[in-house]
């Protein structure tokens, strides 16, 4: 089966050199990354050095210039992963016994411009499972449509349409980069700060794309970020003309490769379109993904990027770190918020089985407006209201389902 999806990249690789530009569409891009002839796209795996060599050959055909090592599209880095799941993998910087070897495919657009924008999506996923799955009923492929897929799908897309575009965009360079490494702790990013192949000091800002091929009916979109500079938020709302609804957060840090840019005072912008019952699940296939969507996130980034060109390099802005403001709790109610709801409460889009939330018979919409006494209006409410129950204490939550003020008993 590894030979049809090579056949797949031959032939996408000759219509892109035969054809007019665009003729291979993302859908096509998520069908092979999303295969299970990639066999998950774990970090160091063949079925990761597969989806690098498709990236490349995608590269390759848009005509974007190698920038990773020693002239190539690739740089790697070797790490041993931890054992403990709570603690983050080092690198080796030397191949050592047990050593792990992630890749990061990394192209260019220079326009001799005297800075440089930074435009990534990681590549890799969960392989057949292992502590980042969600999955409880065996090893299975887990095929990482949506994640992440679906960012370096439009990873791909914008660099094609920068390079046919260049008249347009000619006041920075464009560097493209799939990351590997990611679902082991942010480790290509990471690595690339530490090892740049260009000069970060000369980098305007970055865009990450992590999850974003479910947009839903309401067309959210969450961008983290915003405060990472003052430019930000006038660019990202008047450039808003594929009618989505952009749900704002100022932080520059969060659960992916944006964050180690931050980190390094780059201004960050994150692109996600929420979790779904398939996060982390052998389900995230390319089948449920809304193409559409993507087309309609590609423009709006498109025209985020072709507004900023001009801007010069970015100021960049610390922003409150909201992580640091989670409380610690010892209790767990069960469930996974919906991070695209804007309204009050905390908006449940997933039940945990045989957890508190599943026994008290709480369901996929409720919206959590009370756990015990405390309001919880908000997410972080919310969790400062958790971490005030200990192990085996009972309460009441208070939920709004369509509309109807419920209550129910939970036991911790």
């Not at 959210?220 to 006038?234: D, E, N, R, W, Y």
């Not at 390094?264 to 692109?271: Q, R, T």
């Not at 469930?335 to 449940?348: K, T």
């Not at 192990?391 to 009441?396: E, K, L, M, R």
């Amino acid at each position: 089966m590894r030979l049809v999806i090579v056949g797949l990249m031959m032939l996408f690789v000759i219509s892109c050199h035969e054809a007019p530009r665009n003729v291979v569409t993302m859908q096509e891009d998520v069908a092979v990354l999303a295969a299970d002839e990639m066999g998950g796209r774990q970090t160091g795996t063949p079925g990761e050095l597969l989806a690098a060599k498709y990236i490349i050959t995608r590269f390759e055909a848009i005509g974007l210039t190698p920038k990773g090592s020693q002239g190539q599209y690739t740089q790697t880095f070797s790490f041993k992963a931890s054992e403990n799941p709570h603690e983050q993998s080092e690198f080796t910087y030397i191949q050592e016994n047990g050593s792990v070897t992630g890749t990061n495919v990394i192209g260019y657009i220079d326009n001799n411009a005297p800075n440089t924008v930074i435009i990534g999506a990681h590549y890799d996923h969960l392989g057949m499972g292992g502590d980042g799955s969600l999955h409880r009923e065996g090893p299975a492929i887990h095929n990482g449509a949506d994640d992440n897929a679906s960012g370096v799908a439009i990873l791909l897309r914008l660099a094609e349409t920068l390079k046919n575009n260049s008249p347009l965009v000619t006041q920075n360079n464009y560097l493209f980069m799939a990351f590997s490494g990611e679902e082991m702790g942010l480790l290509g990013s990471n690595y690339f700060v530490k090892n740049p192949t260009i000069n970060t000091k000369k980098v305007s800002y970055m865009i990450n794309m992590d999850m974003v091929g479910r947009l839903n009916k309401e067309k959210i979109v969450a961008v983290h970020g915003v405060g990472t500079s003052p430019l930000f938020k006038q660019t990202l709302f008047a450039n808003n003309d594929q009618g989505l609804t952009i749900n704002e957060h100022d932080s520059g840090v969060g659960p992916s490769d944006h964050t180690s840019f931050y980190l390094a005072d780059i201004p960050v912008l994150h692109f996600f379109t929420g979790q779904h019952t398939d996060y982390h699940k052998p389900g995230d296939d390319a089948d449920k993904l809304n193409y559409e969507g993507m087309e309609r996130i590609s423009a709006y980034i498109t025209n985020v990027v072709t507004d900023l060109d001009d801007a010069g390099q970015l100021v960049f802005k610390k922003t409150k770190n909201e992580s640091e403001e989670v409380p610690m709790f010892k209790v767990a109610l069960g469930v996974v918020p919906d991070y695209l709801f804007n309204g009050e409460g905390l908006r449940i889009d997933g039940i945990s089985e045989d957890k508190p939330a599943q026994k008290a018979g709480l369901q996929r919409g409720d919206i959590v407006v009370k756990l015990g006494a405390l309001d919880t209006p908000d997410m972080m409410s919310y969790m400062k209201a958790l971490a005030s129950f200990e192990v085996g204490a009972t309460t009441t939550v208070t939920v709004n389902r369509g509309g109807e003020i419920l209550e129910r008993q939970v036991t911790f």
